[in-house]
């Protein structure tokens, strides 16, 4: 991994007498969310400009420091996969806030909800009368051979017809304006670090919040609460609502406990759980209580291992069942990943025309699917253009950045791609717009993206902020936390 | 509540008891070291080795008494056995550690100020050896630790509310306690039988080692007396570091988590039938044998065992036929 900036507190260095954005250089290519021209912000941007311009780049790593050992104290951490010494380690956070004004929000917020009522619908068709690939509009091999398909979900009915009730979808800005990098609609995570960082600068920064009229999100878990009591099954009134966590080893463990401690629920994992006459009951000190409602953050294959990874030590034998019978919710339910593969990704305009009979609000990335001849030989020609993914994977693994890769890595990767082919698709390598993150040597042009979390209960909900991932290493594109990445607090001004 | 965080907690508090007693047992030995024979020194590992059920490390044991160097190297040895050796399960670091695991997995329903107490005690903890504890001053990393788990203590009870949460934190914590003191005190009278009077210092140092000695000394007299110190380790429920005492905070925990219905739960039983052998049996035991001393020890120690298996069997890890 490519080592991180070094902050230096004291203000040692070139920039200790210098303003924050005196050596700031816009880049043609690139949108910048803070400045329209060199030296120019854009209008809903002056007035932060100016108040950080006013601040020394040491006074903002001082509180930049602060921030993250305060993370470490409090074990705000994420663990990475295939790493064993840095068990826990912390998001690195970057403290020059990225703003948004009303009116981008607002085309956002419409556009995610458009979005996820598409999906919920999509999920509801496939696992129900399937109308969308008999009618063509979706090929019924790519759903129906997608390995995140739980046949054991067909013609099962769902609370208020959602399958998907806790959405996480990444939206970048190009040149042309936003579009939508992905949906994550099984576990989406990070939105404690979006409440974590919007806490770090509130600390810090209060009084540029007041003047900045900055939307709050700190309601985030009461409407989780508020979607996942509106999801309890028929006949529940003042219902059970437990998170079920893989347990303290998962990287999300502080998500999770951070979650049931602003939710007020109990963090359970799956031997916590007992399946008893088809009714869920945790294990309590008095005895069995009865579980309504399940907010789950572990993976469909270990939920239950009677229904599905018969391995797993993780999950609750019969779970399934009990869901199957409607005595409890799953939260989101299982199989909702068929709608997040990557390439079901590229037919998600055409279920917004299809169920909704609108124009999808939010753009797409142009997706070739290597499962089609054409997409194949389209991707083989233009590696070095293009950036190939597995349909599977998360989190930046298992990805190919064709132009910043060397031609022997290239090569190596067609290899892999020829033997299975409908395993990838690929994109054009996106113009991510540029935010100034602060750097030893003042503000510096960084890519970000961001990602809102949708709710949907009876009704759509969503807190105006999106936990906003920045690559700190100048010039990559990667902000996936797992591979480098930091993240930024996103301001949403109101009008 | 959860039988998984009732788990936890009651675990934090016995690991912390465990390391706070480690911790204690130490920095009277290093002390010793400063300017104790030779022989006094080895037969306090011994003491130390013993309360802590643990093995020496091989051949440790064995010290030229013409040659201080070696001593304090061995001292160094077995310092890191009980501080920081990763395989050794009861070493006080690896009690912090699962001390923050179990804290790490209940956060959600104790303060934040308890998880960041024990957190950065582990993350100091982590980064810290042997080396550089010896190079600097040993007594004060002790302290300092010790210090670390009263504050968490502290925090506990100023910041806890009283539900059961707290009270299977305490549970543990007293669980141990009366456990540790009775296998102390059981080591103490194996190596310095109650009628020699050769090892005054001995007995003021255990006295140390339980937080008694200023409350002897003004009750009683400068004079150490093996056996009163004994009673009063065991029988005197005003003294925090007695097995009396600790018998007594139990008790009150088992009344809160069992409704208020103690005698209808196994581990309540237990306890009382513990209590009142402590407040009727002990007295009436021979005093002067220190044989029928040291099996009433080890009976009390049994008991707390026992205690142990109770309380799992009935809030952690009971049949679903035959739930509470």
């Known amino acids: 991994m490519p080592s991180r900036r070094q902050s230096r507190p004291d203000g040692a260095g070139e920039a200790a007498g210098k303003s924050l954005f005196a050596g700031y250089e816009t880049l043609p290519k690139f949108y910048d969310e803070m400045f329209e021209a060199p030296g120019v912000p854009r209008p809903h941007c002056r007035e932060l400009c100016d108040a950080l311009d006013g601040m020394r780049p040491a006074e903002i790593a001082a509180m930049q420091e602060y921030a993250e050992r305060s993370f470490l104290h409090q074990g705000i951490t994420f663990a990475v996969h295939g790493e064993d010494d840095a068990q826990e380690r912390i998001i690195p956070i970057d403290f020059l806030p990225r703003l948004l004004d009303a009116a981008d929000w607002d085309l956002i917020e419409r556009g995610l909800r458009q979005r996820l009522d598409a999906l919920n619908r999509f999920l509801g068709d496939v696992y129900g009368q399937a109308h969308i690939l008999s009618d063509g ?25 959602v399958y998907v009730a806790v959405c996480g ?46 939307r709050r999100i700190d309601h985030y878990g009461v409407l989780l609460r508020r979607t996942l009591e509106e999801l309890a099954p028929s006949g529940v009134t003042d219902p059970c609502i437990v ?64 229904a599905f990874r018969p391995d797993s030590l993780l999950g609750t034998p019969g779970l399934f069942h009990a869901y199957r019978l409607g005595n409890v919710t799953i939260a989101n339910a299982p ?94 390598v996106l113009d991510l717009s540029v935010a100034p993150s602060h750097t030893d040597d003042g503000a510096a042009p960084r890519h970000v993206d961001l990602r809102p979390f949708i709710l949907r209960g009876r009704e759509t909900r969503l807190v105006p902020g999106a936990f906003c991932r920045v690559a700190l290493v100048e010039g990559s594109l990667v902000v996936n936390s797992s591979q480098g990445g930091g993240g930024k607090d996103l301001w949403v001004l109101s009008d | 509540m959860l039988s998984r965080n009732a788990q936890g907690l009651y675990w934090m508090g016995r690991y912390l008891e465990r390391a706070r007693h480690g911790c204690r047992l130490l920095s009277e030995q290093i002390a010793a070291l400063e300017d104790q024979p030779v022989e006094q020194i080895d037969s306090n590992w011994r003491r130390l080795y013993q309360a802590l059920d643990r ?35 009861d ?46 001053r040993p007594d004060m990393f002790y302290a300092q630790t010790e210090n670390t788990v009263r504050a968490f203590t502290g925090i506990a009870e100023s910041a806890m509310y009283r539900d059961e949460a707290w009270q299977f934190l305490r549970l543990g914590r007293f669980i141990e306690r009366a456990q540790l003191l009775a296998v102390l005190l059981d080591a103490q009278i194996g190596l310095y039988p109650t009628d020699d009077h050769h090892h005054e210092s001995d007995w003021r140092s255990l006295l140390y080692i339980c937080e008694a000695e200023f409350a002897y000394r003004r009750l009683y007299s400068l004079q150490h007396q093996p056996r009163r110190i004994v009673d009063f380790l065991v029988v005197d429920a005003r003294l925090g570091h007695s097995i009396r005492h600790a018998l007594a905070e139990l008790i009150e925990a088992l009344d809160f988590v069992s409704g208020g219905r103690p005698l209808e739960v196994a581990a309540g039983r237990r306890a009382g039938r513990l209590a009142s052998g402590i407040d009727h049996d002990w007295p009436e035991r021979d005093s002067d044998d220190d044989a029928a001393t040291r099996a009433a020890l080890q009976g009390i120690r049994r008991s707390c065992r026992g205690l142990h298996d109770d309380v799992a069997g009935t809030y952690f890890e009971y049949e679903i036929e035959d739930t509470p």
């Open chain 1, 137 to 161: 509009v979706v090929p019924t091999a790519l759903v129906r051979g997608c390995p995140q398909y739980r046949i054991e979900m067909q013609g099962l009915r769902v609370p208020h017809g």
């Open chain 2, 91 to 136: 070493s006080i670091r690896n009690c912090v550690a699962r001390a923050r695991e179990n804290a790490r997995q209940v956060r959600n329903i104790v303060p934040d100020s308890m998880w960041s107490c024990l957190n950065l005690a582990f993350l100091e903890l982590r980064d810290t050896s042997i080396e550089t504890i010896w190079n600097d």
């Open chain 1, 243 to 306: 998170l079920l966590t893989p347990g303290v080893y998962n990287s999300a463990f502080y998500e999770h406990m951070f979650l049931a401690q602003e939710m007020g629920v109990e963090l359970v994992q799956g031997s916590d759980l007992v399946v008893h006459n088809g009714f869920v009951y945790m294990r309590t000190t008095e005895g069995l209580r009865r579980v309504d409602v399940i907010y789950r953050r572990v993976d469909d294959d270990f939920i239950d291992p009677l």
């Open chain 1, 169 to 214: 979808t990444d939206i970048v800005r190009t040149n042309d304006g936003f579009a939508v990098l992905e949906d994550n609609l099984r576990v989406p995570s990070g939105v404690s670090y979006m409440l974590a960082n919007r806490r770090a600068l509130k600390r810090s920064l209060r009084n540029l919040f007041r003047r900045h009229r900055v």
């Open chain 2, 55 to 89: 093995a020496p490390v091989a051949g440790s044991l064995t010290p030229n008494p013409d040659d201080d160097d070696f001593m304090l190297a061995d001292a160094y040895t077995l310092s890191d056995d009980l501080t920081f050796e990763p395989n050794n399960p």
């Open chain 1, 335 to 428: 199989g909702t990943g068929v709608a997040d593969d990557k390439s079901v990704y590229a037919y998600v305009p055409e279920m917004i025309r299809y169920y909704l009979a609108e124009e999808p609000l939010l753009a797409n990335v142009e997706t070739h699917l290597c499962r089609d001849p054409d997409g194949l030989t389209y991707t083989l020609d233009n590696l070095d253009k293009l950036v190939v993914k597995m349909v599977g994977e998360s989190g930046g693994y298992g990805m190919l950045v064709g132009p910043h890769a060397t031609p022997e890595e290239r090569a190596a990767y067609a290899v892999e791609l020829r033997k299975n082919p409908a395993n990838y698709v690929s994109q054009p």
